[in-house]
Antibody, heavy 121, light 110 residues
Framework: DVHLVESGGALVQPGGSLRLSCAAS????????MNWLRQAPGKGLEWVSY????????YYADSVKGRFTISRDNAKNSLSLQMNNLRVEDTAMYYC??????????????WGQGTLVTVSS | VLTQSPESLAVSLGERATINCKSS????????????LAWYQQKPGQPPKLLIY???TRESGVPDRFSGSGSGTDFTLTISSLQAEDVAVYYC????????FGQGTRLEIK
């Protein structure tokens, strides 16, 4: 079975940093593109970032560009999201999700349960 | 921009539920004749679940009472006979460019 397990969420002050991780199992991780998406409390879904199976290309939403960095370690079957200069509006449940396409972000067939990031003073 | 309608919907068990999604621009890619649109179901406390992609392709394991239709800018998710377990929020999503989601439609039992 495919499993995606996120970790690293926490309460952080505005301007702070956080690193999220996603441990993948049950599939050949190095052949799938991956994404981070988020959902603010009680709100809708927002795509955050994409990374191809080979780590190039990488794409970001405008709302996080220059502050967030996505990366992956295929040897460890893991996906990461380094979040710097966090803002109150970054408060959300963060999900890692597997992409069914290659080369660009399209559809997400498996999602983790999410990890909660709260940015507040 | 994807705009879903209605924002909420109450349907009787066994009846048809229809959710609409309108894109501000065409998401039909002429070179492959594919519409870059998906539908997701999200139940409380759970991550979204992929139901339909390429506007009308049902994901493996999704009951056949779920179907997607439409092309260009107007799309529809239909649940042919509503079951109690279908109570959820439904989102459309486009990936023609930067992926974006509709605002969601809350489906309840009447």
């Amino acid at each position: 079975d495919v499993h995606l397990v996120e970790s690293g969420g926490a309460l952080v002050q505005p301007g702070g940093s956080l690193r999220l991780s996603c441990a993948a199992s049950g599939f050949t991780f190095n052949t799938f593109d991956m994404n981070w998406l988020r959902q603010a409390p009680g709100k809708g879904l927002e795509w955050v970032s994409y990374i191809s199976s080979s780590s190039s290309p990488i794409y970001y939403a405008d709302s996080v560009k220059g502050r967030f960095t996505i990366s992956r370690d295929n040897a460890k079957n893991s996906l990461s999201l380094q979040m710097n200069n966090l803002r109150v509006e970054d408060t959300a449940m963060y999900y890692c999700a597997r992409d069914i396409c290659t080369g660009s972000s399209c559809y997400y067939d498996y999602w983790g349960q999410g990890t909660l990031v709260t940015v507040s003073s | 921009v994807l705009t879903q309608s209605p924002e909420s919907l109450a349907v009787s068990l066994g009846e048809r539920a229809t959710i609409n999604c309108k894109s501000s621009q065409s998401i039909l890619y002429s070179s492959n004749n594919k519409n870059y649109l998906a539908w997701y179901q999200q139940k409380p406390g759970q991550p979204p679940k992929l139901l339909i992609y390429w506007a009308s392709t049902r994901e493996s394991g999704v009951p056949d009472r779920f179907s997607g239709s439409g092309s260009g800018t107007d799309f529809t998710l239909t649940i042919s006979s509503l079951q109690a377990e279908d109570v959820a929020v439904y989102y459309c999503q486009q990936c023609f460019g930067t992926p974006t989601f509709g605002q969601g439609t809350r489906l309840e039992i009447k």
